[in-house]
T-cell receptor, first 111, second 115 residues
Framework: SQQGEEDPQALSIQEGENATMNCSYK?????LQWYRQNSGRGLVHLILIRSNEREKHSGRLRVTLDTSKKSSSLLITASRAADTASYFCATVNFGNEKLTFGTGTRLTIIP | KAGVTQTPRYLIKTRGQQVTLSCSPISGHRSVSWYQQTPGQGLQFLFE???????NKGNFPGRFSGRQFSNSRSEMNVSTLELGDSALYLC??????????????FGPGTRLTVL
C-alpha cells in the first residue's frame, strides 16, 4: 500500500518557471525523502528531510515539511528541460525501516 | 565508484515460468532492497537484505523470494509467474540498514514482461 498522495498528478510549466509539488502522508514518520525518476528508469535520491526539520535546501531544490498537517512540498526553482521527470516522495516510519512511496507527480518542462 | 547494477535489464517470460533477477550493490554497501513498480500499484517495497539475512518484508505472496550472498550481491526470484507480475523491478543499496539517515541508491531496474 502507498503512504503518500502527491498533488498534482501531472504538471506542465515553461522553462525557467518554478515547479511546486505536494505530498501528503498518513502516519507519523521518521523522515521523508524525494526522488526523481526519468521515464521508466531508476530512481535518483534528491533530498531527505527529518521529522524534526521544517525546511531544507539543495541547489535549486527546496523542501518543506509540516508534520502537523502530514504534508511536504518540493519546489524546483528556475526549471530546466532536464528536470522533466516523475517525482516521488517516500516516507520512512518509526520502527519500520522501509521506503513507502507516494503516487508521484509527472513534471514536464516546456522549452 | 560504480553504481548499482541490475541484470538482465529486460526480460520476457510466459505465465507459469519462474524468473531470477540479480542486483550488485555499490561497493561497500551491505544493505539491498527490492521494489516493484507498476502503473496500477506504483512503487511497492518487496524486501530488504543485510548480511545475508532478510530484515524486512513487504506484502507480497510467497512466490516472491530473495537472497543475499556474502559479497552483498542479491537475487530475487518469482515463481509461477502471473500476468500481473509484469513490472519494473528496482534494486537499491545503502551502506547500512535502516533509513533514518542513510540514502538508498537505485539501480536502473529490470523490466519484466509476462505474456
Amino acid at each position: 500500500s502507498q503512504q503518500g498522495e502527491e498533488d498534482p498528478q501531472a504538471l506542465s510549466i515553461q522553462e525557467g518557471e518554478n515547479a511546486t509539488m505536494n505530498c501528503s502522508y498518513k502516519t507519523s514518520i521518521n523522515n521523508l525523502q524525494w526522488y526523481r525518476q526519468n521515464s521508466g528508469r531508476g530512481l535518483v535520491h534528491l533530498i531527505l528531510i527529518r521529522s524534526n526539520e521544517r525546511e531544507k535546501h539543495s541547489g535549486r531544490l527546496r523542501v518543506t515539511l509540516d508534520t502537523s498537517k502530514k504534508s511536504s512540498s518540493l519546489l524546483i526553482t528556475a526549471s530546466r528541460a532536464a528536470d522533466t521527470a516523475s517525482y516521488f516522495c517516500a516516507t520512512v516510519n518509526f520502527g519500520n525501516e522501509k521506503l513507502t512511496f507516494g503516487t508521484g507527480t509527472r513534471l514536464t518542462i516546456i522549452p | 565508484k560504480a553504481g548499482v547494477t541490475q541484470t538482465p535489464r529486460y526480460l520476457i517470460k510466459t505465465r507459469g515460468q519462474q524468473v531470477t533477477l540479480s542486483c550488485s550493490p555499490i561497493s561497500g554497501h551491505r544493505s539491498v532492497s527490492w521494489y516493484q513498480q507498476t502503473p496500477g500499484q506504483g512503487l511497492q517495497f518487496l524486501f530488504e537484505y543485510f548480511s545475508e539475512t532478510q530484515r524486512n518484508k513487504g506484502n507480497f505472496p510467497g512466490r516472491f523470494s530473495g537472497r543475499q550472498f556474502s559479497n552483498s550481491r542479491s537475487e530475487m526470484n518469482v515463481s509461477t509467474l502471473e500476468l500481473g507480475d509484469s513490472a519494473l523491478y528496482l534494486c537499491a543499496s545503502s551502506r547500512n540498514p535502516g533509513l533514518q539517515t542513510d540514502t538508498q541508491y537505485f539501480g536502473p531496474g529490470t523490466r519484466l514482461t509476462v505474456l
